[in-house]
């Protein structure tokens, strides 16, 4: 299934589960789902099973979100004590779209546990009360952790699963890897086709052709990443510089922000450190997980500059990380997006797209470990295989098995939706959005949103001093933020309507109405959704931000 036919289905308002191989696009097309709900001013719970998965999609846990917390059982007196949490019953009551992200960790007595919540909340027998649920993963990646002494029990085992009716999404398009026989060797995993031919391939793949980094090392334990980032760092004779992470909200939620972000609360740094980038950043030119080199600091801001496998130089300017709630931004950390580089645990790599990486499975000890480490690179020629042990390339054959009718399920949607014109399907999007008291834009309005910038907001903060005459440099810099940080507030400002012409008059350079003319006119030819386009339609004569800033001015204009 392509990503627009996903994102058809989801439009339709029915529960749907979300899937594909790495790299296929699940979080685009739940990005491209969740913008249109907010448009149309439904209202959408952002949720993942883990910590790290949660701070990555800027939402919370779904033992949090939930009011379930550290649970493991929910007895009557449990549900009544959650059900009449004010908090908790106001979210829940609110929310009419729940998104479940990295599904394949959640257990299963948990989402039968936040069905009976959602039930009880809502006061509907539907499962989850009525909400539309969009859960997201894949099964092939890591598996729930249960308690010691107990088997755990996937999603799909769960008795919600069957009760929702979930339209199965399975995309199919490969937007990660680039090789085809990584490509091969990674279904082969997944079909549990795995012959001697495989472990011989990776037994050749001993050297890893990058002049600018060393490779990363997954590992299976958090022990022997922090005993060799530890001493590869010591190891380096240059001057150490750290930078200590900051955060401002509800204390129990930074903690919880501080705890799974990748970049640590201290980070250390000194000339030579191996890094790798923990947020994405398309427009300074790195994702999470790029890995890099820190050749210097910056002279003026102390900031450190990493060159990069391909011999880019950038600066890494501070991110922030939130947790927000029907668009109110409850808590927020920012740290420098870097991590020391030498090693990480499978775990916490999933998610990631490396350059390169070594791989060490002699000690893999659960179904899809090599999986998840072989899927975060995106060539053979990109890793370094240290070892295997002989299950180390093993997946459950119940997720083999699930796959298959996963796989079916999704065909069966794709056909029946495949058959309807688009006026039927319109309607039946349109029919959702008004069912949830919303309303569809038509081409060319302004989307009518029902939330609004919140007090306190962190766009509300940049706002504020823009008002003051600071330039998007210097508010980056008070604000300890990366200008296209900034830049991003500012444009969310002037999609909501927020942001008037007469506050960012000061921003406009010289040959400015050239430069508006120019932009508007490579507007018209390459539309204003991407910066690269419109920089070369104007001949590369205009920098990033003189663009941004006459795109923005477009915005404030339509």
């Known amino acids: 299934m392509t990503q627009s036919e996903a994102l058809d289905i989801l439009k339709t308002g029915g529960n749907v589960f979300l899937t594909g191989e790495p790299g296929a696009g699940k979080t685009y097309v739940l990005n491209q789902y969740i913008a249109w709900l907010e448009s149309c001013g439904v209202s959408v719970a952002i949720t993942a099973s883990t910590g790290i998965a949660a701070t990555h999609i800027g939402g919370m846990t779904i033992h949090a979100w939930s009011g379930i917390g550290a649970r493991d059982e929910l007895s009557a007196y449990d549900l009544d004590a959650i059900a009449n949490k004010e908090k908790i019953a106001k ?206 600091f910056d002279v003026e801001d102390g900031y450190p500059i990493i060159e990069t496998g391909d011999g880019r130089e950038i600066k890494i300017m501070p991110a922030s990380w939130s947790v927000a709630e029907d668009n109110k931004v409850l808590a927020e950390i920012s740290q420098v997006p870097l991590r020391l580089a030498w090693a990480i645990t499978i775990h916490k790599s999933q998610g990631m797209s490396l350059d390169a990486a070594e791989i060490d499975l002699r000690n893999a000890f659960t179904y899809g470990q090599g999986y998840v480490a072989l899927s975060r690179v995106r060539t053979l020629g990109g890793m370094k295989v240290l070892g295997l042990n002989a299950n180390a390339l093993m997946v459950d054959p119940k997720i083999v098995r699930m796959d298959e009718r996963f796989h079916e399920e999704s065909e069966d949607a794709e056909e029946a939706f495949q058959n309807m014109d688009a006026e039927e399907l319109d309607t039946m999007h349109t029919n959702f959005i008004e069912k949830m008291g919303g309303t569809i834009p038509k081409e060319g309005e302004t989307p009518v949103r029902k939330t609004h910038m919140p007090t306190g907001s962190t766009y509300e903060e940049t706002q504020e001093l823009l008002q003051k ?43 400015w109405e050239t430069i508006l003319e120019d932009v508007f006119r490579a507007i018209q030819v390459c539309g204003a959704e991407k910066l690269k386009p419109l920089f070369e339609e104007t001949g590369e004569q205009y920098d990033y931000n003189d663009i941004r800033l006459a795109r923005l001015f477009h915005t404030l204009k339509t």
């Not at 903690?255 to 890094?275: D, F, H, Q, T, Y």
Request: one cysteine or more.
């Open 91 to 296: 979210r829940i009551k609110k929310t009419q779209v729940l998104v479940i992200d990295e599904i394949s960790m959640l257990d299963g007595r948990l989402l039968d546990m936040v069905d009976k919540v959602c039930r009880t909340v809502r006061g509907s027998g539907e499962p989850f009360g009525g909400l539309q649920i969009i859960l997201v993963g894949d099964f092939f990646q890591l598996p729930p952790i249960a308690r010691r002494g107990e088997m755990h029990r996937f999603a799909f085992e769960s008795n919600v699963w069957a009760n929702a009716r979930l339209l199965t999404c399975y995309l199919t398009e490969q937007h990660r890897q680039e090789d085809e026989m990584l490509l091969g060797l990674l279904s082969s995993i997944r079909k549990n086709e795995i012959e001697e031919e495989h472990y011989t391939l990776l037994g050749e793949q001993t050297e890893i052709d990058q002049e600018h980094i060393e490779p990363t090392r997954l590992f299976t334990h958090n022990r022997d990443v922090d005993a060799m980032n530890i001493t590869e760092l010591k190891k380096l004779s240059t001057d150490s510089v750290s930078f200590r992470m900051e955060g401002k909200g509800a204390k129990p939620l930074v903690e919880g922000l501080k705890k799974n972000c990748l970049s640590p609360e201290i980070l250390e740094l000194r000339r030579e450190a191996m890094v790798m980038c923990t947020k994405n950043n398309f427009e300074a030119g790195y994702v999470n997980g790029t890995l890099g080199r820190v050749i210097s």
């Open 469 to 511: 005459k600071h330039t998007v440099g210097e508010i980056a810099k008070l604000r300890k933020m990366a200008e296209s940080t900034i830049w991003g507030h500012l444009e969310k400002l002037a999609e909501d309507k927020t942001l008037i012409k007469e506050e960012v008059m000061h921003l406009i350079p010289e040959n």
